[in-house]
């Protein structure tokens, strides 16, 4: 199969479209024909081990990149039990294993969704990530239930970086399944404020001067902040906007963070990865990601929300797309067909 993968670390330009096997699924994974992809974040990192992802600083033969796709179940491993061959699904996946930026890949059932009829394979492969990251951040974080909307009732949320993948549908899921009553987003182009309008932000402000454009819309600070960028760049602007007993997620960047700021407000940091429950639950079925996936499709098929893909590449041309996401440009979320 045709795959694109890195044998080492670094740019863009390391990154190659290689003949490998085809991958063969263990006990209850599943192996799907990739038809579409998207990209993230999460991508650019680990090609250029960002952060020293992996410490031995040596991918282990070619490292397959990509954790975002949609495609059709091949073969099902011996212990399968919610999927079988001819099913279409959408999935994000396991950092630790090969990614989806393939013909192939093999993937755990219990980390993928049922993909949304009503979607092309494109649409759908924009969302597998994304949607996992604002869903736990918003169950496990801020401690919400869509199927009890008292949880957040009065509540208002303020999400740093409304236009990418992750902020465009945390401002529909915030908004539209958790019923959060006033949602923000930060934005600071034309096109990327209209872009957060468009996905149902009640207010976007600018990314400076958070406190003093709040109080102009009388808004004296929020319960909750989802920050969807490298938290270091808006810290102390973010726990200041924070109301007392509020909570913080954050998706990146937490190195240097002043946690100490959070003290006297006792304000709750939720650091949010979507690869935490296929790293470490092992053969536990308390995964819950093939739950969110099936519900998200719900919600996608019954039009409560709308597609995020924002621009289409070339699939041959996933070094640039790369480059893209790296730029921090992107708005909403880069997608292509596997061909």
Known sequence: MKAWAITEYGPSSNLKLVDLP??????????????????????????????????????????????????????????VQKFKVGDEVFFAGDISRQGCHAEYVAIDERIVGKKPSSLSFEDAAAFPLTSLTVWEGLTDGFGLDPKNPVTAEGKSVLFIGGAGGVGSIGIQLAKKVFKIPTVIAT?????????????????VINHTNIKAQLEALGINGVNFVYDCVDANTHWQEVVDVTLPLGKIVVITGLNDLDVLALWFKRITLFPEIMFSRPLYLGDSDDYTQNEILNEVSKFLDAGVLQTTKGSTFEWSKLPEAHDSQESGKCIGKQVALVQ
């Open 22 to 79: 085809k991958p063969v699924p263990r006990d209850r994974d599943l192996l799907v024909k990739v038809v579409a992809v998207a990209t993230n974040p999460i991508d650019y990192k680990k090609r250029s081990n960002w952060g020293n992802l992996d410490p031995t600083g040596k991918p282990t033969g070619p490292a397959i990149q990509g954790w975002d796709g949609a495609g059709v179940v091949e073969a099902v491993g011996s212990k």
């Open 187 to 203: 934005a600071s182009r034309p096109e990327t404020i209209e872009y957060c309008k468009k996905m149902g932000a009640d207010h």
